[in-house]
Every structure is written in C-alpha cells, then in structure tokens.
Antibody, heavy 123, light 106 residues
Framework: ELQQSGPGLVKPSQTLSLTCDISGDSVSSNSAAWSWIRQSPSRGLEWLGRTFYRSNWYSDYALSVKSRITVNPDTSKNQFSLHLTSVTPEDTAVYFC???????????????WGQGSTVTVSS | DIQMTQSPSSLSASVGDRVTITCQAT??????LNWYQQKPGKAPKLLIYEASNLETGVPSRFSGSGSGTDFTFTISSLQPEDIATYYC????????FGPGTKVDIK
C-alpha cells in the first residue's frame, strides 16, 4: 500500500513537495521502482520520474520536467518523495505515487498506486 | 519520447457486447505494453501487462494482444462495472501513456 501526503496548494515559482509512505514492500526492493505520475485534463497521464535500487540508487526523469524534478528515497522511513521546483499553473494536477513492478527482472507494469493528491498552483 | 495513440477516444456499447480498443506506438516497443482501467475519482488499475498477461484477480473477459507497434485490448462481454476509461502504457524506455478510451453503456 502507498499513502501520499503533502500540501494541496502551492504558490507559483515555489517548490511542490509530496511524500509517499510504503507499506508491504521496501523502497530498497530489487524488484520495484518507485515513481510519480500526474494527471490533468490538458496533459492526461504523465509519468514524471522514479527512484530504484539495484546495488546502487538510480533515478530517471521525464524530459518535460528533468530540469525541475527530484525523486528521493528515504530508507529510514521506507518512503520516497517528489520535489518539483519553479512550479506554474501548468503543474496543477492530481499526483500519484506508484510502484513499478519487475517480475524476474522483466518490467510488468504499475501495480500499486497511491490514493492521489490534488495539487493546485495558484497565488 | 515514444508517443502512444488510442482509438476510438470513446465508445458506447450494450451489456454483453464485445469491445475492442486499439493502441499504436510511434516505434517498435516489442511487448512492453500495459493496459489500465480508471474509474472516476480513482487511481488507474493494472489489467494487462506485457501486452497479453492478465493481472492476478482480473476477470478473464479482459484480454490483450499485439507486439511491435500495434496492440489490441478486448472486453469479451461488456459488464456494467466495466464503465471506465482505459489507457495503454508503453515501457520501451521511459513510460508514456495513451490518451485513453472512455467506455460507457449504450
């Protein structure tokens, strides 16, 4: 299970920060990646970025947000976070944290989703 | 980025009808294609992974096929609880989603 938390309103130019608590799995799992996805009427479902552990920590980011995004693991709390800087009203969306599953090292989809967090960027 | 298209964008069908949705990728993605169902106000739910594998617990009336650039998702007998929007998602490099197909009852 994934449980999201964070503010629902962010001012333009500030940083959007969300946290996702993991239960029933580990952020350090070798068979998962931990991702953030957002959904808005204008952009649909948009994968933003992920963190994952394969002997070392790695991250991948979508080109559309690469200069503004960080996804970090926190092993002590078994959670991961999203930080998106310099937000504009275009970043208004429902944000989901997601587990990307790997079965026998083969990618097999996004099988666990957080409840979703509505984030509005407005002054 | 690999772009995904879906057709139709919406459809209406009767209970018991066979429903087919197609998804096309802008380049070869082998079988790296998943299908999701999303109901209003809820997170998407994984139905099919690697183009044709039924996720555990998903009814067998749902199925998927295809490889390369062209994929098909089928509901063999539409049920009232299948009213939702369906999305394809590719994973050849970084994930991207199709625009969705909204399914409702005629």
């Amino acid at each position: 299970e994934l449980q999201q938390s964070g503010p629902g309103l962010v001012k333009p130019s500030q940083t959007l920060s969300l946290t996702c608590d993991i239960s029933g799995d580990s952020v350090s799992s070798n068979s998962a990646a931990w991702s953030w996805i957002r959904q808005s009427p204008s952009r649909g479902l948009e994968w933003l970025g992920r963190t994952f552990y394969r002997s070392n920590w790695y991250s991948d980011y979508a080109l559309s947000v690469k200069s503004r995004i960080t996804v970090n693991p926190d092993t002590s709390k078994n959670q991961f976070s999203l930080h998106l800087t310099s937000v504009t009203p275009e970043d208004t969306a429902v944000y989901f944290c997601v587990r990307e599953r790997f079965l026998e090292d083969s990618y097999s989809g996004m099988d666990v989703w957080g409840q979703g967090s509505t984030v509005t960027v407005s002054s | 980025d690999i772009q995904m298209t879906q057709s139709p964008s919406s459809l209406s069908a009767s209970v018991g009808d066979r429903v087919t949705i197609t998804c096309q990728a802008t380049q070869d993605i082998s079988s790296y294609l998943n299908w999701y169902q999303q109901k209003p106000g809820k997170a998407p739910k994984l139905l099919i992974y690697e183009a044709s594998n039924l996720e555990t617990g998903v009814p067998s009336r749902f199925s998927g096929s295809g490889s390369g650039t062209d994929f098909t998702f089928t509901i063999s007998s539409l049920q009232p609880e299948d009213i939702a929007t369906y999305y394809c998602q590719q994973y050849d490099n970084l994930p991207t989603f199709g625009p969705g197909t909204k399914v409702d009852i005629k």
